[in-house]
């Protein structure tokens, strides 16, 4: 059976080249975001952390101390138990 529509090959490889040159323009895009997402912002980052190591104070905390402050917090915010014995009407 022979067929009466002709395919046009040079139809074929031009949408071909269009094909491969959207793929190459998508895999060059998503591999410039995966480098900018896993290495630029990591080394920023750890750049910055290497500079605010050295702005940061290394004072110890007085734990015990710390301790006796949240609780006289907590003291303070908790309401005190209402007596149960007074009567109002007395």
């Known amino acids: 059976m022979k067929l009466k529509y002709k395919i ?3 139809k074929i490889i ?3 080249y269009i094909l491969i040159a959207i793929s190459g323009i998508l895999a060059t895009a998503y591999t410039v975001n995966f480098l ?3 290495f630029y912002q990591t080394l ?11 702005k ?4 110890s905390i007085n ?12 003291a303070k ?3 005190p138990e209402p007596d149960r014995t007074h009567d109002i009407f007395d």
Not at 47 to 54: A, C, E, F, M, P
């Open 44 to 54: 920023t980052s750890s750049v910055s952390l290497l500079d605010l190591k050295g």
């Open 63 to 74: 734990v015990k101390r710390f301790d006796q402050i949240l609780g006289r917090i907590k």
């Open 14 to 16: 031009f949408y071909a």
């Open 8 to 10: 046009p090959y040079k």
């Open 77 to 79: 915010k908790e309401l």
């Open 56 to 59: 940061v104070a290394n004072d």
């Open 36 to 38: 900018y997402t896993n």
